[in-house]
């Protein structure tokens, strides 16, 4: 029986992958079933994937969208999918804070959750680690840093392990001189060497905040303290995570950037399928690394700050750097102010 999937933001790059994922599994032993999916306002992506995939069903969550027989919508679009299709997992793509909301929905439900919403976990995660305990669902993380953690936790072993590693990219200004940086413009943040991403999330890398949201997200769903959870950068993006055993050894998560192998490999979990995703050519492998400095990259280092303050703060920090983001976006405020704004929100004490 194929295993029957719900991909909420199906029209952002982690949606988009994630249909690809269930395109492939078509030549595997256990297919997987696309049983709905959901958008923002693309009406025009519905109609796309519905020629593809005609039994999903569809929900637009944007107010003001025409609709048609069969689909849903409104603000509760989501939940009422998930009662509809009743799947055995969702994958949650949907960008930003609204993401908390369907991630509760699907754990509520004893679904499992393949998760790519980091901000789900920056926010809410105890509720969330609550509603799956509670109801007997997973949470399996898909960001490639995450997803690559988990794998080498699962493999190696927790206990054995000492410290966890994370790697960045460093964006597209790593090497831009720091004087320069207050007058790039969004078109130029958007511009990520490695990764094909949504704007906002783009801009996240650019300035580390998305960094920062998953050095928080590692420590909530690790268990790991702060301390113990290093990020380097590693302009390649070929290794994504690594974890320090308590010997001193280091093993490393590898594979060509390609979204769609932690995508897959979550939508299989606990089974492991052959994929042609992520394979690297050794003979063209260059590795790199340094260490982020705080001048270039100070959201990264004020995201430790958060976590050491609380909950509240890792909130705030969130919410500022959205706000922050969109008025950059829009042109309202230069680049480094990005880092300014959420700074004095957090001086601002959330203890």
Known sequence: MARRIVVLGATGSIGKQS??????????????????FSVHTSVAAVASILHEWPEAIP????????????????????????????????VNGIAGAEGLRASIAVLARGIHLAL??????????????????????SILPVDSEHAALFQLITRVGAADIEDLIITASGGPFRTLPLEQLA????????????????????????TMANKGLELIEAVKLFGMPEQRVRVVIHPQSH????????????????????????????LYWPETVSSPYGRIDFSSLVLEFSLPEPARYPMLF?????????????I??????????????????PFPAIAATVSNVLEEGWD
């Open 239 to 266: 290794i994504h995570a690594m974890v320090q055993a308590r010997d001193g050894a280091m093993y490393a998560h590898l594979s060509a950037p390609d979204m769609r192998l932690p995508i897959l490999d979550a």
């Open 302 to 314: 004020l995201a430790r700050e958060a976590i050491q303050a609380g909950d509240a703060a890792c």
């Open 316 to 333: 705030a920090y969130n919410a500022s750097n959205e706000i922050a983001v969109a008025a950059f976006d829009q042109g309202r405020i």
């Open 183 to 206: 007058n790039v413009t969004p078109e130029d943040a958007i511009r990520h060497p490695t990764w094909r991403m949504g704007r906002k999330i783009s801009i996240d890398s650019a």
């Open 116 to 137: 790519a919403n980091k901000e789900s976990v920056v926010m809410g995660h105890a509720l969330l680690r609550s509603l799956a305990d509670r109801h007997g669902a």
């Open 59 to 90: 929900a637009v969550t944007g107010a003001g969208s025409p609709m048609h027989k069969g689909w849903i919508a409104g603000p509760d679009a989501i939940e009422r999918l998930l009662d509809v299709t009743m799947p055995d997992m969702v």
């Open 19 to 36: 249909l690809d994922c269930i395109r492939y599994s078509t030549c595997l032993e256990q297919p997987l079933e696309l049983a709905g």
